[in-house]
Structures are given as structure tokens and as C-alpha cells.
């Protein structure tokens, strides 16, 4: 009997630490930003798409920016100030650059508005070792609103994002904003950090949430600070009041479509979906950016 309890005992404990590694792993993997994420992602490669508005860009003059975030942190913004009353400040996704979002920055310069393009922490030129999902992030997007309304406290501001960074940007709305946020843009995001992560174990391993989920958020919690059902859209969307554009591709395959109809059913204000057929993640604007960029002029003009 004795035995048999050890052995037990002795499977039990081996299988917890085995559950603790691979939530460390997923930790690493995943969230650390210290290692290469290209086996994820891929190559970040600038097109020849991304390079036309890029040079557009260039003649506006854009300089670099930072910010002191209450963490602590140093974090990077590329700012072009036309001395307009009017701000777009664009979130990039994860693994991704402020360079990406050239195309959307021209878009809001023609229309007339200052743009504030951010490094997201632990990217780029921004300091920091992890991502949170949007959980951290959108405390320091609250930190950039309130630089640029010391620069124009009577500023009107859009937000805008993609992917992670329109979960930063979704997640920020429950925050205290200033009245100076007029509209939000969200453009594949996903409902939270615990269904993405779970999505994608789904999809890559063939395997359910419970138990490696469970574990790996108990881990980041203890490395990270958050849970992964901290990393809360949805919940933010529930409890905000301002007007958001929900964007999301049809052939979304890495934040599923079926994401958005949650987000914007919980939205309980003024609100717009706009899906794009045949869309990819976060380059839904590439597959039909005249209907992308009209909705987009649409709605800023509506409420700003």
C-alpha cells in the first residue's frame, strides 16, 4: 500500500514540475521579449508598399520622442505635430514597429491630425523585458494621452490600434481617460489574453487549455505581475463609453474573427463593425484599403 502511495505521490510531483517548465517555457516563449520571436512571427521585412509611405512620412518631419512611464521605464514615439487641435495616437502589435503603421499615420496627417506613433514597451527603442499583453501597456498609453494633453489641453485624440496593440488601446478605454478621447479605433484584437493563448494552443498543438493555460498564467503572474485573464478587452469594452470602430479580416487565422462579434456585442455606446473580406491579421487595410480608409475617414469625422 505503502507502495503505491509513493509511486503516487512521485507521478504527481513529476507531472507538476513538468507543468511548471512548460509554464515557464510559454513564459519565455511567449511573453519574454529578450528572445528571437521570429519563429513566431517571422521576419519583420519592409515592403515595397510599406516603403512608398514610409517616404510620404519622412516629409512630414517626424522626430523622436520619450516618455518616463510610472514603472520606471524609458519608452519611444515617433511624433509629427502639425500644430493641429486634432492627435491620432497608432499602437503597433506584438513583435511589431511603429514603422509598420506608416500607411495609417499618412491617412491622419492628410485628414489634418498630429500624429504620436508609440514603441510599445520591451519593442524597439522602448525600454522594458516583457509584454503583457496590453494588461501594462495601457497604463502607458494613458501616460502618452496625458503628454500629449500637457502639449494641447484642449486636444481632440483618436486611438488607434492593431492586434496587441489595439487590445493596449481596447483595454485603456476603462481607464480615467481625459475628455480629450473622442474615438477609438480597434483593428484585431482580441477578447482577452487567456482566449487568444488558449486559441492558440488549440490550433498549433492540438491541445485544451486546462492544464497548460492554467499553469502558464499562474507563472506569469509570478514573473509577470498579471494574469492572463487581467489582460482584459472585453471587460474594458463593457465598462467604456467611447465610440469604437471594430475592424477585423475575414481570414483572420491568428486572432479568429469570431472575436470581434464579442467585442462589439458587449460595446454599449456608439459603435461601427467593419469586416474585411478575405482580410489577414493586422494587414486587413492591404486587401481593401479603399473601403478600409473611407470607413476610417467616416468615423473620425463623425466624432471628432
Same mark, same amino acid.
Given at each position: 500500500m505503502f507502495m503505491w502511495i509513493l509511486i503516487i505521490l512521485l507521478i504527481v510531483a513529476a507531472t507538476a514540475g513538468?507543468? %511548471?517548465l512548460i509554464g515557464h517555457?510559454?513564459?519565455s516563449v511567449c511573453l519574454y521579449m529578450k528572445n528571437d520571436k521570429q519563429y513566431i512571427t517571422g521576419p519583420i521585412v519592409m515592403d515595397k508598399r510599406t516603403q512608398k509611405y514610409e517616404k510620404i512620412f519622412l516629409t512630414y518631419g517626424p522626430r523622436d520622442v520619450y516618455l518616463t512611464n510610472r514603472q520606471g521605464l524609458r519608452l519611444h514615439g515617433i511624433e509629427v505635430d502639425q500644430h493641429a487641435s486634432k492627435w491620432a495616437i497608432l499602437m503597433h502589435g506584438y513583435m511589431g514597429r511603429n514603422g509598420e503603421l506608416v500607411d495609417v499615420a499618412d491617412f491622419f496627417l492628410e485628414e489634418g491630425y498630429n500624429v504620436l506613433s508609440l514603441s510599445q514597451r520591451a519593442h524597439n527603442k522602448s525600454e522594458g523585458k516583457a509584454v503583457s499583453m496590453g494588461y501594462y $501597456?495601457?497604463?502607458?498609453?494613458?501616460?502618452w494621452i496625458r503628454y500629449v494633453v500637457q502639449?494641447?489641453?484642449?486636444?481632440?485624440?483618436v486611438l488607434y490600434g492593431v492586434s496587441m496593440g489595439a487590445a493596449t488601446v481596447m483595454m485603456s478605454l476603462a481607464k480615467n481617460?481625459?475628455?480629450n478621447v473622442k474615438a477609438c479605433i480597434e483593428d484585431c484584437g482580441y477578447t482577452s489574453a487567456?482566449? $487568444?493563448f488558449s486559441y492558440q494552443l488549440k490550433k498549433m498543438a492540438h491541445l485544451p487549455p486546462f492544464p497548460v493555460v492554467h499553469v502558464a498564467s499562474l507563472i506569469t503572474k509570478l514573473r509577470g505581475g498579471f494574469r %492572463?485573464?487581467?489582460a482584459d478587452p472585453l471587460g474594458a469594452v463593457h465598462r467604456s463609453h467611447i465610440p469604437t470602430l471594430f475592424i477585423h479580416g475575414t481570414k483572420d487565422e491568428f486572432v479568429p474573427t469570431h472575436m470581434v462579434f464579442k467585442l462589439y456585442h458587449f460595446a454599449h455606446y456608439p459603435k461601427q463593425l467593419l469586416l474585411i473580406e478575405g482580410g489577414e491579421h493586422a494587414i486587413a487595410r492591404y486587401q481593401d484599403p479603399a473601403l478600409y480608409f473611407s470607413t476610417l475617414r467616416e468615423?473620425?469625422?463623425?466624432y471628432v
Open positions: 513538468l507543468l %511548471f517555457v510559454f513564459y $501597456e495601457s497604463d502607458d498609453l494613458v501616460d502639449k494641447d489641453p484642449n486636444c481632440s485624440i481617460l481625459p475628455a487567456w482566449d $487568444e %492572463f485573464k487581467d468615423w473620425i469625422h463623425t
